[in-house]
């Protein structure tokens, strides 16, 4: 078992920023490709970024390229997600996972990921 834990979110202004972090316990770190989803009201869990083991690769949605930047502390166990230039449309529930070893080629589906964090509230007001 891997227990996520996120941290990080708040209420920030249009145009702000902030940083997401997600310690993570229970097994060896390094063994896990990580991502990260967001989920806001009356909406389905959508994909947000992932990042391989060693994190040498990195994905994002398109909705979110060029803002967001997810990294990797292996020594710390923690994953991050930084998020600049926020939007209203960004106002989420952002939730960690992870699974093992790879990055699946279906890395958008939220079934692929086997563990999960109980979330991060992200709210920017306008």
């Known amino acids: 078992q891997v227990q996520l834990v996120e941290s990080g979110g708040g209420l920030v202004q249009a145009g702000g920023s902030l940083r997401l972090s997600c310690a993570a316990s229970g097994r060896t770190f390094s063994n896990y490709a990580m991502a990260w989803f967001r989920q806001a009201p009356g909406k389905e869990r959508e994909f947000v970024a992932a990042i391989s083991w060693n994190g040498g690769d990195t994905y994002y949605a398109d909705s979110v390229k060029g803002r967001f930047t997810c990294s990797r502390d292996n020594a710390k166990n923690n994953v991050y997600l930084q998020i600049n230039s926020l939007k209203p449309e960004d106002t989420a529930v952002y939730y960690c996972?992870?699974?093992?070893?790879?990055?699946?080629?279906?890395?958008?589906?939220?079934?692929?990921?086997?563990?999960w964090g109980q979330g991060t509230q992200v709210t920017v007001s306008s």
């Open positions: 996972s992870a699974r093992f070893l790879q990055i699946p080629y279906e890395r958008s589906d939220y079934g692929m990921w086997n563990y």
